[in-house]
């Protein structure tokens, strides 16, 4: 008797292991991620998730009258942050960041002392570095085909870079002889920003500049480990080639060629060394396919190159990170306003700490309250070794030694519908 094996697929139902279909999304599914996972990188990127959420919020309560916003409309802003569950939970989990007050029924959110003294702590670095930004724009537009972006494009990557978010107000007018704004059709969607000078002491890649440095022709560095022996003769073949600079245009290449290849290659590296983290995603770099020449898959053409960059799928969202710029989970390099983003990070991480030891003792009292009172810590050393002694002769702990007793004091602990 034949066995049919059926694999449920997101957009045409289910499919037959002998359905050609079926190897066509096995295939794609490998092809899009096929890249082993690199413990600290993605400790790095995990770690960075709750800062840009807060991050989000605190724009979101700077851009309101006197930076206060209510719960409920914060509540609808938390599908664009990608998060599920209740604002009013989510807020008090960071007690050092926000504050979270009742009035007239009605829940409202404010930044603590310390959280504004660091927001003008960051817009004090922004105002120092406006020429660096400036420069880095400029970059930007130099490696793009006709020297213009789109501002809705851009807009999608400004954070990244480390752009204010009133960078067209605050950089552009005061750089006109780099920047011009224009509009062709008069709609908001097609605004553009266009370089009208090429600075070429500019156009120098972060690879050209540390070759000078060091003396020797520009080569891309490889961050892979001896073990990975194919991956590594691939990137020592593809680096045996001359260099192409991102900034060098794109007369005489051909699409798919290995100089088209290398050229691609040595963008995404200058995108990424200009951004603060040094990662981005894929999806968003996908939007600028046209203007700097990508390829298509281009999630599947960073795939070809592990020594050089690093593709994560966390959170189900392609990010793209280079390798060299990271020490472990550290950045080795450190932007000066990452610095002041990594003490909002800190005092974040305080707050939480602070929220789970105050939750902690809550429930603890409710414990007792209930009639479970826990051992005290020096009498459960005491009696380590008579407790050893019934496990082995199978005694009843009871308290929170008895499985089901723990299942339900970790359920108390950590529900977020407790007050």
């Known amino acids: 008797m034949a066995t049919w094996i059926y694999v449920k697929t997101q957009r045409n139902g289910y499919l ?46 700077m851009r ?24 009013l939970n989510w807020l008090k989990k960071y007690p050092c960041c926000f504050e979270v007050y009742l009035e007239n029924d009605e829940y409202y959110c404010g930044m603590t002392k310390r959280m504004i003294f660091l927001t003008q702590e960051e817009e004090s670095v922004k105002d120092m570095q406006e020429p660096l930004y400036a420069d880095r724009l400029a970059k930007l537009l130099m490696m793009t085909r006709d020297q213009r972006l789109n501002v809705m494009k851009l807009n999608e990557l400004r954070r990244n870079f480390g752009f204010p978010d009133d960078y067209l107000l605050r950089i552009v007018p ?6 011009r704004v224009v509009n062709h059709t008069g709609r908001r969607s097609s605004m553009e920003i266009e370089l009208t000078a090429w600075n070429p002491d500019l156009a120098i890649s972060a690879i050209e500049t540390t070759a000078k440095k060091d003396g020797r022709e520009p080569c891309f560095p490889c961050s892979l480990p001896p073990t990975w022996v194919k991956s590594l003769e691939r990137f020592e073949d593809f680096n045996s080639t001359l260099y192409v600079s991102p900034y060098s245009g794109f007369d005489g290449l051909v699409e798919g060629s290995k100089e088209m290849d290398k050229r691609t290659v040595g963008l995404v590296h200058e995108l990424l060394s200009l951004t603060l983290w040094k990662k981005a995603s894929i999806f968003k770099l996908g939007h600028f396919r046209r203007e700097l020449c990508l390829p298509e898959k281009l999630n599947v053409f960073l795939l070809k ?7 994560s799928n966390r959170y189900q969202i392609y990010t793209v990170l280079l390798r060299e710029a990271y020490n472990g989970t550290e950045l080795i390099e450190k932007d000066p306003l990452l610095v002041v983003k ?16 105050r939750h902690y003792l809550l429930n603890l009292e409710k414990k007792r309250n209930r009639g479970m009172i826990m051992q005290k810590p020096e009498k459960r050393r005491n009696q380590s070794d008579e407790t050893s002694e019934q496990d082995k002769e199978g005694g009843d702990l009871g308290g929170i030694f008895d499985p089901e007793e723990r299942k339900r004091f970790y359920k108390v602990l950590f529900d977020d519908n407790a007050p």
């Open 16 to 61: 037959s292991l002998c359905d050609p279909m079926f190897h066509f999304h096995l295939v794609r599914r490998f092809s899009l991620w096929s890249m082993k996972k690199d413990p600290d990188l993605e400790a790095a990127l995990h770690r960075n998730r709750r800062w840009v959420v807060n991050n989000q919020i605190k724009n979101i309560i």
């Open 64 to 87: 309101c009258p006197d930076q206060v916003a209510s719960v409920k409309y914060l509540q609808k802003k938390f599908k664009t942050l990608d998060l599920q569950g209740k604002a």
């Open 174 to 179: 005061k750089y006109p002889q780099i920047f």
């Open 305 to 311: 190159h592990p020594g050089i960059f690093y593709v």
């Open 342 to 357: 990594e003490k909002f990070g800190e005092l974040m991480q305080e707050g939480l700490h602070e929220y789970n030891r």
